[in-house]
C-alpha cells in the first residue's frame, strides 16, 4: 500500500513559470512533510518541509501548501529556473520515519 | 564536516555473492536509516535504526542485514545477492530538532549492480 502518492510523474515547465507537484497521503498520524530535490547521481537533498499546524511555508522561490483536510501537499516553484530541472520527492512521516513519493522529474527549458 | 559518507560509490556482484555497505555519520545523529531507489520507485525503506542498539525492518527488508556499529556507523549486509538487488542504496541519519522535526541528511548513494 503506498502511503504518499505524487503527482505528475514528469512536468515540463518553461523559464519562468510556476512549477506545481502534488501529493497525497492517507496516515492521518502523519507530522512532518519534507520535500527533497535530486539531482543525477546525488543523493536527495532537504529542500523545505512543512508541519500540520500551518497551512503553507514559503522559502525564496519554493512554497509548500497544505490541507490537513483534505490529506493533500503541494510544492509550488515560482520563476522556474533551468538550475531547478532535477526529480523531486514529496515524504511524509512521524518519530524520524518517512514514506516517500515516487517522484517528478521537472525539466525547466529556456 | 563530511555529513554522510557511504563506501563504496560502485559495486558490481555476481549472483550468490555477498557485499557489505558501509555507512558513516559525523553529525552526531541518533537515527540512521538504509534506503533503495528504483526508477519509477522513489524511495523505500529497508532497514532504520532509531538509536545505538536498536534495528527495525522497513518496507522492503528481505535479504538484507543491518549493523549498527555506534552511534556513527550503519552497515547493511546483502548475504546473497540476486538481481532483483540492482539499485541505488542510500544511507540517510537524522536527530531530533526544533518542534520535533526529524530532518534526513543522504549520503551519494551506492550504486549496486547483481549480474
Known amino acids: 500500500q503506498q502511503q504518499v502518492k505524487q503527482s505528475p510523474q514528469s512536468l515540463i515547465v518553461q523559464k519562468g513559470g510556476i512549477s506545481i507537484i502534488n501529493c497525497a497521503y492517507e496516515?492521518?498520524?502523519?507530522?512532518?512533510f519534507p520535500w527533497y530535490q535530486q539531482f543525477p547521481g546525488k543523493g536527495p537533498a532537504l529542500l523545505i518541509a512543512?508541519?500540520?499546524?500551518?497551512s503553507e511555508k514559503k522559502e525564496g522561490r519554493f512554497t509548500i501548501s497544505f490541507n490537513k483536510s483534505a490529506k493533500q501537499f503541494s510544492l509550488h516553484i515560482m520563476d522556474s529556473q533551468p538550475g531547478d530541472s532535477a526529480t523531486y520527492f514529496c515524504?511524509?512521516?512521524?518519530?524520524?520515519?518517512?514514506?516517500f513519493g515516487r517522484g517528478t522529474q521537472l525539466t525547466v527549458w529556456p | 564536516n563530511a555529513g554522510v559518507t557511504q563506501t563504496p560509490k560502485f559495486q558490481v556482484l555476481k549472483t550468490g555473492q555477498s557485499m557489505t555497505l558501509q555507512c558513516a555519520q559525523d553529525?552526531?545523529?541518533?537515527?540512521m536509516y538504509w534506503y533503495r531507489q528504483d526508477p519509477g520507485m522513489g524511495l523505500r525503506l529497508i532497514y532504520y535504526?532509531?538509536?545505538?542498539?536498536?534495528?527495525d525492518k522497513g518496507e522492503v527488508p528481505n535479504g538484507y542485514n543491518v549493523s549498527r556499529l555506534n552511534k556513527r556507523e550503519f552497515s547493511l549486509r546483502l548475504e546473497s545477492a540476486a538481481p532483483s538487488q540492482t539499485s541505488v542504496y542510500f544511507c540517510?541519519?537524522?536527530?531530533?530538532?526544533?518542534?520535533?522535526?526529524?530532518?534526513?541528511?543522504f549520503g551519494p548513494g551506492t550504486r549496486l549492480t547483481v549480474t
Open positions: 540517510a541519519s537524522s536527530g531530533l530538532r526544533g518542534q520535533g522535526t526529524y530532518e534526513q541528511y
Open positions: 496516515n492521518t498520524a502523519f507530522d512532518y
Open positions: 512543512i508541519r500540520p499546524d500551518v
Open positions: 515524504a511524509a512521516g512521524s518519530l524520524g520515519r518517512l514514506y
Open positions: 553529525m552526531n545523529h541518533n537515527s
Open positions: 535504526s532509531a538509536s545505538e542498539g536498536t534495528t
